[in-house]
Structure formats: structure tokens, C-alpha cells
């Protein structure tokens, strides 16, 4: 009880989510058995970091810096505007798209968030769209990133469960892709209502063919890492280090847009959000043990099966509890509590551990863009200056229609299974 008032506390008075997470399981030791217990504290940092695949999360934070420093972005949004630039509203549908182009890059929902909202926000308020609905529709589209691969969160949930990696990465091309496809839907319904702009004029074969072009090497950046793991080529530590190579090599020699000066910066940014990472992941790593310890696992899945043994019902309540949580609280730090206490449970009512991270990565994926802690919204509203409230205004039709893409992956095992059995994963 005292384990979490404290960490409740701390949180509240504006703590960084990491050192909460440590100082709450410290004082969780101590209360255990004093000085003994305490000094138990560094091993757990250190074994909870010494899980050899998260080493693939620096690497391809670098390589999503290195190839947005060559205007790879750029050339992105204009092969998605080209490509569906034409429809009326054509730049939401572009922010959409672009979205699905720039997930093979960072992985990242909050860089998606900032690069777009820095330069297609601004874009599309110039269009005529208002700023409010520009952001909703880049918060929307930015849960892309870490839902089709590479994905960071995929990365530490299979690393820690002991689940395929490459088996997630499968798993999350398909709801990626139909996010994408749904949201471009919701604004194609919504063009009166938001009085979107008029269909602009469709680009030429020719000049389609010419912004292909320009924008093959960044399209190959996913196909390298996505093919060679998918293939059974490499391991996901080895395709990241192997894209950075590959983005070095085109920010270097192809484009010649990066100096020294430029890579040692692109070393301190990735240094510090990893840094930002591991942080949470060691801290946690205390609080985890100290749960394990006192079976608070085992308590919680006994009392979600109290409720019902229905699977549907198990699962949806797993849904509900990680959407509603993901609302406060850092998702990182979520998937390593609760992932070890939760992922037992999917096991007993018989789902596979792959169609168990999907459902994970897809609900906390979502709770960026869901207030009032929603990383995504934060992130839109201080590059953009749009207040909060209204962009979560106009988020909601994207919200619903996510959520539903969510239960229906969760419910549908073999929708959700189908890359990964295809390719042998599952």
C-alpha cells in the first residue's frame, strides 16, 4: 500500500515518471527487510538493462535521425501528396500516408508528431485547414509509427516476455496499414463537417514516376530492415545497426547534408531519448521485482478472473485497463509493470503470445493520443501552439475508430496472425 501511495505522490508532484517508478520500488525494498532488501536494488537495474536486444533502440533512433537530417521527410510527404494529394482534403490524406512512409524510418509516435507538426501542420493551415483539425489528424496518423516496424515498443515487449521480435514486427504491418486506411476514411466523411479544401489537380504519371524517384532511397530503408528480419537474414540488433550504416551512407555520400558538427548532434539527441528510455526500464525493473515478490501479479490476474472466465470479456478488460492507465502514465513504463502481470493471464485463456504484444502495442500505442497525458497531444500542442483541449475535440472520430480496429485485431486471432503464421513466426 505504501509502494503505491508513494509512487502516486511522487507523480503528482511532477516527478519524471523513471525516478518515481525507482524511488516507489526502493522504498518497496525497504519496507520489505531494510538495508538488505536495498541493496538489492542495483543488480535489479542492471539485470532489468542486460537484455541484449534493447541495444537495437539506439540504433534505430540514430538511423530515424540521421535520415530526417537528409530531408528524407520532405521527399516522403511529397510522394504521399502525390500519391493522394488529388482527393478532396488532399493534405489530410497526405499526413495520413506520409505517416505509414515515415514509420520505416523512427518508430516513434512523438517524432512523427514533431516533424509533421512543424512542417505539414503549417502546410495545411495555409491550405485552409484549421489548425485544430491539422493536428487531430497528425495525432492520429503519428500511432503509425510505432505500430508498423521497426517499432521500440515491440522491442522491449519481446525482449522481455521472450517473445519473437520479428513475430511483432509481422504482426504490426496489418492494423498499421488499416489505421491508415480507416482514418483516411474518417476524413473523406468528414470533409463537410470540417469544410476541408476542394480536390486539388492529380499528378501526372510522369511527374509521379520523377518524385519516385527522389524518394526511392528512403523507401528502401524499411525494406532493408523489415526484409532481412522478416527473412530470418538478421536479428533485429543487426538490421538496426545495419540501417544506420545504410543512412549514413546516404546522408554522407549520396546527399552530402551531414557534416561532423551534424552527426555528433544526432549522437547527443539519440543518446539522450535512449537515455530517457533505459531510465525507466532499469527503475522499473525494481518495482517489477518488488511486485513479483509480493505475488501482485498473481492477486490482480485472480481478480480479473473473479469477473468472468469468458476470454472475450478477459480480454476486453485488459483493453480497458491499459487505455485507461496508458491515459496517466507513461507507456515504456506500463509495458514493463504490466506485461509481466497481464501476459500470464492471456496465456491461461489460451492467446498466443505475438497476438498478446499486438493487443499490448496497440492499446498503449493509442493512449498517446488520449488525454490528458497523451504524449502525442503535448508534443502538437507546444510545436504548433494549439491548446490542447481542442485538438482532443477534433481527435475523437480517429479515437473511435482506432479503438475499434483494436478490439477487432484483439477478438480476430487470425487476422492478427496472419503475417506472422505466413511468415513462420507463429
Not at 507513461?330 to 501476459?343: C, K, M, Q, Y
Not at 477487432?408 to 487470425?414: N, P, V
Request: glycine letters at 10%; proline letters at 5%.
Amino acid at each position: 500500500m505504501i509502494v503505491g501511495i508513494a509512487f502516486v505522490v511522487l507523480v503528482l508532484i511532477g516527478m519524471p515518471i523513471g525516478f518515481a517508478l525507482g524511488l516507489a520500488g526502493v522504498i518497496g525494498l525497504i519496507d520489505m527487510g531494510g538495508g538488505a532488501f536495498f541493496a538489492l536494488a542495483p543488480s535489479k537495474m542492471f539485470n532489468g538493462l542486460n537484455i541484449f536486444p534493447f541495444l537495437a533502440m539506439p540504433f534505430f533512433i540514430l538511423a530515424g535521425e540521421i535520415m530526417n537530417h537528409t530531408g528524407i521527410t520532405h521527399r516522403l510527404v511529397t510522394l504521399a501528396q502525390a500519391l493522394v494529394g488529388h482527393f478532396r482534403g488532399g493534405l489530410a490524406h497526405t499526413n495520413m500516408l506520409a505517416s505509414v512512409f515515415f514509420a520505416g524510418l523512427t518508430g516513434a509516435a512523438t517524432a512523427d508528431a514533431a516533424a509533421f507538426g512543424k512542417t505539414l501542420v503549417p502546410a495545411m493551415v495555409k491550405r485552409g485547414y484549421s489548425r485544430d483539425y491539422a493536428c487531430a489528424v497528425t495525432a492520429a496518423g503519428s500511432i503509425i509509427g510505432p505500430t508498423i516496424p521497426p517499432s521500440g515498443l515491440m522491442v522491449v515487449y519481446g525482449s522481455l516476455m521472450g517473445v519473437s521480435i520479428g513475430g511483432l514486427f509481422a504482426a504490426g504491418i496489418l492494423p498499421g496499414l488499416l489505421i491508415c486506411l480507416v482514418c483516411m476514411i474518417v476524413i473523406a466523411v468528414g470533409v463537410k463537417a470540417n469544410n476541408l479544401p476542394e480536390a486539388e489537380e492529380r499528378a501526372s504519371f510522369k511527374e509521379l514516376l520523377q518524385i519516385f524517384r527522389s524518394s526511392i532511397l528512403a523507401l528502401f530503408m524499411p525494406i532493408i530492415i523489415l526484409g532481412g528480419i522478416l527473412g530470418g537474414i538478421v536479428t533485429p540488433t543487426e538490421a538496426a545497426s545495419i540501417a544506420v550504416g545504410y543512412a549514413l551512407f546516404i546522408g554522407v555520400v549520396v546527399y552530402r547534408a551531414i557534416t561532423v558538427s551534424d552527426f555528433i548532434g544526432m549522437l547527443i539527441r539519440t543518446a539522450r531519448i535512449t537515455g530517457v528510455i533505459f531510465v525507466i526500464i532499469a527503475f522499473a525493473a525494481i518495482l517489477g521485482w518488488w511486485m513479483s515478490f509480493n505475488r501482485i501479479p498473481q492477486e490482480i490476474a485472480e481478480a480479473i478472473l473473479s469477473i468472468s472466465d469468458n476470454p472475450y470479456i478477459i480480454i476486453a478488460l485488459v483493453i480497458v485497463l491499459l487505455l485507461a492507465i496508458g491515459m496517466v502514465m507513461d507507456i515504456t513504463a506500463i509495458l514493463i509493470l504490466l506485461a509481466p502481470v497481464l501476459v500470464p493471464l492471456t496465456e491461461q485463456i489460451g492467446l498466443e503470445p505475438i497476438h498478446a504484444g499486438i493487443i499490448f502495442v496497440l492499446a498503449l500505442n493509442i493512449s498517446l493520443m488520449t488525454p490528458p497525458v497523451g504524449a502525442c497531444l503535448f508534443v502538437l500542442s507546444s510545436v504548433t501552439g494549439e491548446r490542447l483541449e481542442r485538438i482532443a475535440a477534433k481527435l475523437w472520430p480517429f479515437l473511435i475508430a482506432e479503438v475499434v480496429i483494436l478490439f477487432i485485431f484483439a477478438f480476430w486471432e487470425d487476422l492478427a496472425l496472419a503475417l506472422p503464421r505466413l511468415l513462420g513466426f507463429a
